[in-house]
T-cell receptor, first 115, second 114 residues
């Protein structure tokens, strides 16, 4: 799976949009971009994923550049409860099933939302 | 529906002992994966079980093992515990199809080795 690079930490004011960047310049054509977050003392939580089109769900939006070498996770109206470590993961969708259940986590971005 | 359940939540062992951790996946999920999280190494994949068979394995010594039962519940075992095995052990379940990268994690079992 391709390596990802994220800033170590970011701050955001409550109610403002949080934009978390991720660089994955070596991504392959069959690799998806996944985002997870981990709130302190809890297990990671799936947020969103995409291949090449922008995606949106009830939690966030994912913007992937046209060359797919980077992406941005957007939390449109950050709250204090969004304070967490955010992980950007690039993963092959393995139809053969040998990589199911395996995610390669980096160090992630510590997002702190301030009142 | 109920989430992924891990037991015990906290435990303390001494070096040389062995430990067994349990994971009950979300109903209908047949894939169970295990991860180790430490401050130094972060989140690392241990192994994945599907249909009672280990399908994928991370880079951990043979002291780390697991199994899955016919009801999809899984256990992992660590033998001859070392101080470095102190960690949060996380279990995740998935449907193993469709959105294959969407894993549902439990809250973990925090192991302290003294």
């Amino acid at each position: 799976d391709a390596k990802t690079t994220q800033p170590t930490s970011m701050d955001c004011a409550e109610g403002r949009a949080a934009n978390l960047p991720c660089n994955h310049s070596t991504i392959s054509g069959n690799e998806y971009v996944y985002w997870y977050r981990q709130i302190h003392s809890q297990g990671p939580q799936y947020i969103i994923h995409g291949l090449k089109n922008n995606e949106t769900n009830e939690m966030a939006s994912l913007i992937i550049t046209e060359d797919r070498k980077s992406s941005t996770l957007i939390l449109p109206h950050a709250t204090l409860r969004d304070t967490a470590v955010y992980y950007c993961i690039v993963r092959v969708e393995d139809a053969g099933g040998t990589s199911y259940g395996k995610l390669t986590f980096g160090q992630g971005t510590i997002l702190t939302v301030h009142p | 529906k109920a989430g992924v359940t891990q037991t015990p939540r906290y435990l303390i062992k001494t070096r040389g002992q062995q430990v067994t951790l349990s994971c009950s996946p979300i109903s209908g999920h047949r894939s169970v994966s295990w991860y180790q999280q430490t401050p130094g190494q972060g989140l690392q994949f241990l192994f994945e079980y599907f249909s009672e068979t280990q399908r994928n394995k991370g880079n951990f010594p043979g002291r780390f093992s697991g199994r899955q039962f016919s009801n999809s519940r899984s256990e992992m075992n660590v033998s001859t515990l070392e101080l470095g095995d102190s960690a949060l052990y996380l279990c995740a379940s998935s449907r193993r199809g469709g959105n294959a990268g969407e894993l549902f994690f439990g809250e973990g079992s925090r192991l302290t080795v003294l």
